[in-house]
């Protein structure tokens, strides 16, 4: 006779975050087995008096933990939960299934860490003399050399009021500053008790602003399907300024007057004074903000003050997405195509597809906006997922800024060796001579030591994946190796370019750090500030050599890719682009996307004020057509080529990929686990991919339709902390597959039950491990 299996399911029996860690077991009733799920809402009979309580699953399995003999049962399913509560757990569960991990982890990232609540005291700084003395109190310190000073004050010029956390936080001026400004009687400090409205002040206010024909067609749209029960997802294409933020906050109001709640997700790095205070001006003190400057209890403080009402509108970054709102009518995600609304930490979920899913929960809208849009986005507009709406024009006025892109092969070839072309010397000294404020920009993002030829620009790539190689050191002779971090491909770093012979190839390897020298020995006296991480170490850093910069503390701002987020530098004139290969070859299928999008921001710095704009781009791949599109500022031309290569190679969006990253303690143990699960994958892709995949009946693009594994490999930073780190990827079209493999796989983990080894999964990774 067959053993007869028990199930245990793990449940909390009150979610919040820290009695997370403190399930309890119950056995699983035969009658519920087939119909309980993970996430599920139930009821259990619960302490000395077996009291029943609602209380929801957060595991199931076969090993009992406790006395079977004591345990009890699960009483029933509760059908149909619709409470706050419920849609946690069902964003939770949604998480879990389509991310991959513990339903503990999943939770944890939806519900917020309870602290120690202590009740949130608002503080606005207020000035207290006029504008004027405020002006000369601002020359005096900028005289005395007393730069947080002058910060504040070059603030409090501008507006009359400033929220506390501000001023300590991204103005970077500490506690001390404010306390003799405040003795001086430069300054008020004001707790919100006395004075709840924090920013709503006439300097500053915002006119609600007629909107254009254009704006107001998208509003009525949207609010149309709103209306009619058909909520659904947009994507706003429109350059910086064509008035989208303006769109936004129409669109907030509208849901606000119908009794629903809005999140505004913006990138923590884009979120600027200058849009919050729109919004503050507009909503007052039923908008707040959710950032990192926050602690804990702050932030938990928020979520309540969402929970009872309290706010309507709440701005910030991936994790405002759950603020636990009632009834949300609107989720807006600016700057869409942003890599920090996809989480690094397992569960690995983006923003995008989860914002729809909670948009689904409260039969809310979704609003995705930018001005470079992601490739997932455009290619789900153009397939009819999304509807799409395109602002064209600028509103502010300010001419688009006359871009040179310059060829350094040729540079090289005519004698130039410096890293800065003639014709950006030239406009550097022309910026200078005119006191104007010029970016020098490098463009390092996600740089993988990747190899190219000086002379022609050739670019070492994986012959079977299309991405650039990498350099490792060592191999045999010491000459180097190149890798491909998809596949695990290797071949000895050539001694001459293979195209063309030439002898200068090796890594581009210049820091912001050099440049600065070099500007300084090229400009004696130049004024520079630089911006890499190195410098931006600390939280606050960041903002303050931007305020700095826009200060006029400097001539050249040198900086990585953060400098070419976010704020607008109405004196900057010029933007040198020093190297745009360095992203367009990091080995990523994502390189040419991200070089798109920061060149087309880097350009887009230039010329905002009512002074026009230049913009160099120094390249080795001119021809690229990331690099050209760049340069004309057109996103079509740059999807069209993109969106080819992409099918062609199935990549994202085309397809969708799973990596399967794995972490050991043992070298070869971590090899021999990424071995197996890749062929644990393989044997089962037969049943996986059942009679609807394979291909067309002809089997001519079988691949893509089906089932495709490619590695593993080592990861492209293949140790750290001494674990060990190995991937592969898996390519399919269909999602729902790679969530089937995703489970087979944590099945197969939970049967090896190993401490040393680690699984984890990120669906449609933004980058390469
Ligand atoms: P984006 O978010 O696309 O960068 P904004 O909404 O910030 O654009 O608009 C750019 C500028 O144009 C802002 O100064 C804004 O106040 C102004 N603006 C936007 N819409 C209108 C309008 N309908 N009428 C007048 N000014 C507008
Ligand atoms: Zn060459
Ligand atoms: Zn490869």
Redesign the pocket.
Known sequence: MEEKKEYYADVIVDISHEKLDRPFQYRVPDRLRDRLETGACVTVPFGNGNKLLKAYVVGIGQVCKYDPAKMKEIRGIVQGGTGAEDKMIALAAWIRKNYGSTMIQALKVVLPARRSVKRLEHRTLQRALGREEIVSLLGESRRKKQVAKERLLRELVEQESIPYEWVTGKLGVSAQTVKSLERAGAVRVISTETFRNPVSLAATR?QK????DA?RRIVEEVMGDFESGRPDTYLLH????????????QLVSEMVERGRQAIVLIPEIALTYQ?LL?FYNRFGDRVSILNSNLSPGEKYDQCERARNGEIDVIIGPRSALFVPFRNIGLIIM?EEHEGSYKSEASPKYHARETAIQVARLHGASVLL?S?TPSLESYYRAETGEYKLFT?KE???GGQLPKVHTIDLRRELKEGNRSIFSRKLQELLADRLSKQEQSILFLNRRGYAGFVSCRSCGHVMKCPHCDVSLSEHSGGRGGQGTLMCHYCGYQEPKPKVCPKCGSPYISGFKAGTQQIEEKLKEMFPGVRTLRMDGDTTRTKDSYERILSAFMGGEADVLIGTQMIVKGHDFPRVTLVGVLAADLSLSVGDYRAGEKTFQLLTQAVGRAGRGELAGEAVIQTYQPDHYAVIHAAAQNYGGFYKEEIIYREMMGYPPAAHMLAVQIFARVQDRGQALADSLASVTRRNFANLSGPDAGGSPSGACGERQGLQIVGPAPASIGRINDIFRFVFYVKCAKYDKLVQIKDLLEEEMQKRQSADELVQFDFNPMNTM
């Open positions: 915002e602003k007629l909107l254009s704006q429109g350059i910086t300024g064509s008035g989208k933020t303006e769109v936004y906050m849009t729109r600016d906006g001005a602002l600028r509103l502010t």
